[in-house]
């Protein structure tokens, strides 16, 4: 199971395996990994291509836990 772990939302500080799987697809269909307008000010291109990356490394990890638990 993945190690990796919300640091936003209402499932703040669980790992994604402590998550509803539910809950799990929803947020893969709807999250988008651009950064918005508001959290653009003031950061750099390299800053903002690091938390879109982030984002995009998360929502592979909950792709990843909700395949682990179909197969296992």
Do not use: C
């Amino acid at each position: 199971m993945s190690d990796t772990k919300f640091w936003f939302g209402m499932h703040d500080g669980k790992e994604l395996s402590a998550v509803p799987g539910g809950y799990l697809r929803w947020m893969i269909n709807k999250m988008d990994p651009s950064v918005r307008k508001e959290d653009r000010k003031g950061k750099t291109a390299e800053e903002i291509k690091a938390m879109q990356d982030r984002m995009r490394d998360f929502i592979f990890a909950a792709e990843d836990e909700l395949h682990e638990r179909e197969q296992g």
